[in-house]
């Protein structure tokens, strides 16, 4: 049952450009939509979230872009650092309904020096 | 914002031995949650805990596992007996109801 899908496994990038990750959700009900940074044995870090009734929010230089329509986020990192290169996961809530989040499998994004 | 910790940070034990994890809060939270991520695979939730009651669990969450906070300090999640397919890095986090929820460094868990 795969209600938050990252489709894309890896992405690779160079040091100063933008990076995008994609994440796609098939239940309309979510309504809050996170992202969250892991490296390797350690635990997934809180990046930047966005509710529903928002199609952007930014924090530095993190942008996340929600479109509602086409159940369809994304996450903006511009510049990228070789210190970003992690897996990134998305995840999704429904406010009021349970209180679990529902991840993707998550991106390995890799910032090339 | 200040998470949670975690101890042990790996745990080796034979299949049929039960396990004890436990997450440490940094501050007085009232809402926690486990989930696992198996390798290679999504993070799972597992269960969440408010104000020393289960609040929701998942359909992993069964009878061999249980949660409690003994002390009112330490929140912790028993296995009662592993099994082969319990190995997996488990998580605890801290939160407030469907808002963000800040995780811990995990605990490695390896079942022979």
């Known amino acids: 049952d795969q209600q938050v899908k990252q489709n894309s496994p890896s992405l690779s990038v160079q040091e100063g450009r933008i990076s995008i990750l994609n994440c796609d959700y098939t239940?309309?009900?979510?309504?809050?939509f996170l992202w969250y940074k892991k490296y390797p044995a350690e635990g997934p870090t809180f990046l930047i979230s966005?509710?529903?009734?928002?199609d952007k929010n930014e924090d530095g230089r993190f942008t996340v872009f929600l479109n509602k329509s086409a159940k369809h986020l994304s996450l903006h990192i511009v510049p990228s650092q070789p210190g970003d290169s992690a897996v990134y996961f998305c995840?999704?809530?429904?406010?009021?309904?349970?209180?679990?989040?529902?991840f993707g499998k998550g991106t390995k994004l890799t910032v090339n020096p | 914002e200040p998470e949670v910790t975690q101890t042990p940070s790996h745990q080796v034990t034979q299949m049929g031995q039960e396990v004890i994890l436990r997450c440490v809060p940094i501050?007085?939270?009232?809402?926690f949650y486990w989930y696992r991520q198996i390798l290679g695979q999504k993070v799972e939730f597992l269960v969440s805990?408010?104000?020393?009651?289960?609040?929701?669990k998942s359909e992993i969450f069964d009878d061999q596992f249980s949660v409690e906070r003994p002390d009112g300090s330490n929140f912790t999640l028993k296995i009662r007996s592993t099994k082969l397919e319990d190995s997996a890095m488990y998580f605890c986090?801290?939160?407030?109801?469907?808002?963000?929820?800040?995780f811990g460094p995990g605990t490695r868990l390896l079942v022979l």
């Open positions: 986090a801290r939160g407030q109801a469907w808002e963000t929820q800040y």
């Open positions: 966005i509710s529903s009734i928002k």
């Open positions: 501050s007085n939270h009232l809402y």
């Open positions: 995840a999704a809530i429904r406010r009021g309904g349970s209180e679990k989040l529902v």
């Open positions: 239940n309309s009900m979510f309504d809050y």
């Open positions: 805990f408010y104000n020393n009651e289960i609040s929701e």
